[in-house]
């Protein structure tokens, strides 16, 4: 019998005469054109690699020059000349002679970029044929079994067909650990048997050379720990979160969007305490003062502890009984294991709870194949933490105590959760069995350690709070006052002083009060860090936003009316209370204090100093008040029903010259036409031009349409008296389109500067809040706005190209004579200015041209 060879014709060529493919004409053009131009290392270095070079010395001139990039130092020949030397590397690359060689032989910078992809071309033709010969190898290596030979085939071959073109070798490894991870993250979060899960792990390790299943484990618990974000600014921070404080399930103890860890020793009544909690959540009502934030919420409960039985004659004696709302948000689960993440999503997907209770860690966590004092053994509360993040939900996790009272295993699980709550028996003497210490151990959203008594009342399986141990209790009953207020107005933000008039206290204890449930998670505040801006308190609820709009419903008709039987010291007296002129910084117009009323006194026959017997207040919701015919802007009129005849003329002819700017408070006195007008007409002149009334006597209407826009056009200070600037708006253009700025002047400050809200309106209709102190008016404001817009244009113009927009830039195509313009669209932004190197933006045309031009020379592609 003849055995012959097949068709197929094998080709044994050999080719260790000839040299790798390379271009060296190619690599001295990209390195002459660098050193030539200093913003052409900026548009080849995201994708050519210093080993991309054929010559060693080009690789080493060429590193040296990125690194010189990164430190935002030129990569002229004089800077490489000495870089090189420093790190002894002149001598090897050639010396001075060859940095000078380069730049003679380049002409142009303009191709730059597509020579460089030339470089990248040649080098990954020596890539494959490096991946050819170990082909070779491979094919006559017998001892490798057929599976494990393709294996192997195709994890090469994956170096040069999937890689992105240009990668570097640290790039490639960087890609096949990203791939790596990414086939974990399919495995852990996608199946959800246990047994096909340690499969699928064996079978990647197999693919993975010298890496085992515990190896990978340990990659993959790494890479959850890998939560580093990029460095951004303040502002970028603020723009990001905004100026709102932590959102809460129940306000002060269950935060939204994270993961809590509740333990206790075995008996103690964990499992019931969140029953109980959960029922608020579920019927959307308070638990025991800490305030429930949304209605109609589910929660969900993955319950391996209790028994099917058990647990369900525990939520019916709780009040998840059949046909309640509760029951119908309540959904349960058995079984559950931290091998079946992927479940967890399908849940979350489907069924959108608020809140999900875990019971408990050791049950759910059976299947690991780590000791529970090891730190491994914390990787599912990781993965946890992460899927909290991503999906919004709070994850609930109960779990047992050791002999020490301190929670079971490693301190990896109680370092990995934000929240960490302890219950125990209350062992005091003359403690009732039925009362429990609840311990805040942990905390990133309030304040912490503090604890607080419970009762558990064995009739509905409830918890009752009796008092927060460790605290006199003196200011409990101002914040059952506040509490009560603000659950009368949810989402109504709110100054300390308006809380303290509506609470009937003081405002330093109202202060304290709402600081300390501020503190607690309780109330929520918005805090903008800037000077002079006010904090404001408010009680959430839903997903509505919040507005500082004083709802009013609380005023009474003795609120707004100033009757004649009160005394003007009476009236004083109430004023000095409260400053009701504040202007907040928001997206929320401005609301004055509801219960301002005026202090102009005149004099009647008996001597005593009295208020005019007809005065309305306005207020924003006067519409629902009995104050006659509105005039615009939410005021409502003032009728002026003095008792001096002397007065009818004086005292509008005087307040409309205020309200113009025609004259001071200082100047009243000389301008009045009765004596016993001298002390009425600054007061009540004050309150008209503070917006708090609005005159409409017909002798007013003669002189002037004194209207709400013609108040704004002349504000003065609410404290001082003293005329503000006027409310300005201006335009500035930018290449991403026009900014609107608007600038409200607040209060004068102690160094006569003008406290002054600017609100920037972007080109894509978000807008940013920030608090300025003006000295020259109009001219302050501009030049404040301009440099506060230009900090923002560079983040904003790489943003917008790494969302794939294009420039266009104006180029000047005739000459200085006759000049003409044309827009040159598609432009890829290079550079931002970099003072004192470059002071232009750089911009590449699609054809290559490369544009030097300031911010008034381009803008975004239409």
Known sequence: MVYTLSDEKLNFQSFEDRLLPHNLEAEESVLGSILLDMGAIYRVRDNLKPEHFFLSAHQDIYAACIKLAKRQKSTDVLSIVDYLASNGLLERIGGRNKLHNLLDRTVSTVNVDKIAELVINYSIRRQIIRLGSNFQAFGFATEIEIPELLSKLKENTRLITECPQGQSDQDVRGWHYNRLLQELQDIYLRISDPGRKLYELQELANRTPGRGVRDLENLYLKSLCATVEPRRSLDELEEEVGTEGRRWVLGGLIPEATTMLLYADGGVGKTKLMYDVLYAIASGENWNGFPATAPNRRVLIYQGDESKHDMLQALNKRGFTEGTEVRNRTAVRFGWNTDAIP??????????????????LTFVNRYSIYDENSTEYSRPVMELNKIAALTGKTIVIVHHANRGGKARGATAIFNAVSEVLKLEKDTSAGANPQEKILTIEKSRSRRFPCQYKLFFNEEDFSLSLLEEVGTLGADTPTKDKIMKFFETNRNQKYQAEEVAYFVSTTDNNARRCLSQLARDGILSCDEKHKRGTAKLYYLPWGNDKCSIHSSQHNLTKNDIYVHNSQTAQDVDQQRSEVDFTTMYPSQCTTHAQPHAQLSCTTCNPDGVSKVPEVMHVSTPNSENLDSGKNLGGGH??????????????????????????????????????????????????????????????????????????????????????LPMNPPHQMAINTPLGTVTVKATSLKIRGDHKVETVMEYILPNGNSKTKNAAIGKGKADIEAIAREEVSRWIPAALLKAQKAGQTFRVRQMRGTMLEPEYAWVPGCKLLRLPNPPELNQYMLQAPDAEIFGVYEDSFELDH
Not at 678 to 707: F, G, R, W
């Open 343 to 360: 479940i967890l999503y399908q849940d979350i997907e489907e069924y959108d709870p608020a809140v999900i209770m875990i019971d408990s």
């Open 636 to 721: 409502a009129n003032l009728e002026i029903v003095p008792t001096s005849n002397d007065c009818e003329a004086s005292v509008p002819e005087l307040c409309i010259e205020v309200v113009h700017g025609l004259c001071t408070e200082n100047d009243l006195k000389d301008k009045t036409t009765s004596n016993d007008c001298e002390a009425s007409v600054p007061e009540l002149c004050i309150e008209v031009v503070h917006q708090v009334v609005h005159p409409v006597d017909p002798a007013i209407t003669k002189k002037s349409t004194l209207q709400s826009d013609v108040v704004q056009k002349c504000p003065y200070c609410p404290q001082t008296g």
